[in-house]
């Protein structure tokens, strides 16, 4: 089989096309929760913590007054923050999409054979007996 006409079977699988749809839908899904975070969430929480911002960590490693040299951790701090409301967003979302599914019941057991419910009866009658 050759590489084109492996790629032809994989899109018309409708794998691409499944995995293209989760993309463009986890894009659009990350920029609202990050804009959840950036512009709902973070600024009472600063505002609690007397005006704190995450982005402004920074830790002074040496340099000069006019060109310091630090690492900015801050930034790291607040994508942590992000990606942990995010993942609690999406668990959220999965959780509910799986609440609104409803259980099939499962399909009830065929009866067995005649023969086997025979024996069966035969089986029980000679237990009984004495």
Do not use: H
């Not at 609202?32 to 005006?51: H, N, R, Y």
């Not at 599914?101 to 007996?129: G, N, Q």
């Amino acid at each position: 089989m050759s590489l084109v006409s492996e790629f032809k079977s994989f899109l018309a699988r409708g794998n691409a096309i499944d995995l293209a749809v989760g993309v463009i839908i986890g894009g659009a899904f990350g920029k609202i929760v990050a804009s959840l975070v950036a512009d709902v969430l973070m600024p009472p929480i600063g505002l609690a913590l007397g005006g704190f911002n995450f982005a402004d960590l920074k830790l002074a490693l040496g340099g000069t007054a006019e060109a310091p040299v630090t690492l900015g951790y801050g930034n790291f701090v607040q994508a942590a923050v992000d990606f942990v409301i995010i993942g609690l967003c999406v668990f959220l979302l999965v959780k509910a999409v799986n609440a609104t599914k409803r259980a099939e019941p499962a399909p009830a057991p065929a009866p067995p054979p005649a023969d086997v419910a025979l024996l069966t009866e035969i089986r029980d009658l000679l237990a009984r007996r004495p």
